[in-house]
Nanobody, 118 residues
């Protein structure tokens, strides 16, 4: 049973930085593509970033070079470094693990709140 635990959220001023972590357990981390999504109040879930099993990364259009996703296969953890945060980045950030091999299951964490406010 895959479990994902996000951490690192909090309150930060505009222009500040946060690093989110997502700890993975319950299966073989290396066969999962890892993604970050976010959901702001009253809005749908939005893709933020992904890192594949071969460390290929991609980002949502709104990121514009501000965020960096990375994975540490030795620690079974994926990170999201967020810089130049703005109030519109306020959301719950959720980690997902999508298995790249059969049975291609997808798992979600509970999320961590990020609030950008002065």
């Amino acid at each position: 049973q895959v479990q994902l635990v996000e951490s690192g959220g909090g309150l930060v001023q505009p222009g500040g930085s946060l690093r989110l972590s997502c700890a993975f357990s319950g299966s073989i981390f290396g066969v999962y593509n890892m993604r970050w999504y976010r959901q702001a109040p009253g809005k749908g879930r939005e893709f933020v970033a992904s890192v594949s099993t071969t460390a290929i990364t991609s980002y949502g259009n709104f990121v514009k070079g501000r965020f960096t996703i990375s994975r540490d296969n030795a620690k079974n953890t994926v990170y999201l470094q967020m810089n130049s945060l703005q109030p519109e980045d306020t959301a719950v950030y959720l980690c997902s693990a999508a298995r790249a091999t059969f049975p291609y299951n997808n798992n979600w964490g509970q999320g961590t709140q990020v609030t950008v406010s002065s």
